[in-house]
């Protein structure tokens, strides 16, 4: 499977002008999915559920309940997880927890992202079209991924009352492997000469490569560093020049 998805995370990072890009790229061209195992239960139609949440190895003391409801179709889950950490103690370079729901088939649904707020304890409202699955919590670089990371936080597991019966011991899914990359770039406006400007955006995109190294982030993982001048990339942006602008104007058109 070959993957070369760039998703764009954060127009401005620390900088003016420095934009940061997570990969779920391969180094090489052939990318191999992880296989994982993970218990999946069946829910009956027109009935509610509750099923327990906990933690894996990563974080023990995380836990949680789901309350799953199934109805026209459609499986109603509401989420809610205790004793949670903040993503990046696991490494700096991941964000977001993303809730999965994980079909016998193998089949992985990104069920969206747990609410930034609230602290150790978060909750969420989703819905998924599949009616046996199994539902597990990762860590990731960013909420739009399209496999989960090896980063899992919290599993399904039966309780006494749950009504539905698990379909297998085990079923297998395949995520991804864990090997993001990051691409920086910096930017410009069109004020100055095409060289001054290449110069400082490599100069804004090398700026923010030595903080996040600094804060924690391996080299390895930092796919590319560049500078793009406007124009030689996205659609040219006209910027009035410094003598032609108001007092009041001029400094939302800074960028020194």
């Known amino acids: 499977m070959k993957s070369r998805e760039l998703i764009p995370f954060g127009a401005l990072l620390l900088f003016v002008g420095s934009a940061l890009v997570f990969s779920q790229a391969p180094q090489s061209a052939q990318w191999v999915l992880a296989k994982r195992a993970t218990l999946a239960i069946s829910y009956p139609d027109d009935k509610s559920s509750e099923v327990n949440m906990a933690g894996t190895g990563l974080h023990s003391n995380v836990t949680g309940r789901a309350e799953i409801k199934r109805s026209e179709g459609r499986t109603r889950v509401k989420l809610r997880i205790e004793n949670l950490q903040h993503p990046q103690t696991l490494g700096s370079y991941y964000t977001s927890y993303v809730v999965w729901a994980v079909t016998p088939e193998g089949k992985t649904e990104n069920l969206g992202e747990l609410p930034r707020e609230g602290g150790r304890s978060r909750q969420i409202q989703v819905t998924t079209s599949s009616q046996v699955f199994a539902l597990i919590l990762t860590a990731e670089p960013h909420a739009l991924v399209s496999h989960p990371s090896p980063m899992i936080i919290a599993e399904n597991t039966l309780r006494k009352n749950t009504r539905g019966d698990a379909t297998a011991a085990s079923i297998e899914y395949q995520g991804d492997p864990g090997d993001y990359r990051v691409a920086v770039e910096g930017h410009t ?53 410094p003598e032609t602008l108001q007092p009041a104007d001029r400094p939302a058109y800074r960028r020194r």
């Open 189 to 241: 406006d069109s004020i100055g000469s095409d060289d001054h400007n290449q110069r400082l955006s490599e100069s804004r995109a090398l700026a923010v490569r030595d903080y996040l190294t600094q804060a924690g982030l391996p080299a390895d993982r930092i796919a590319a560093t560049r500078g793009f001048r406007a124009g030689a990339r996205f659609p040219h942006v006209h910027v009035p020049r």
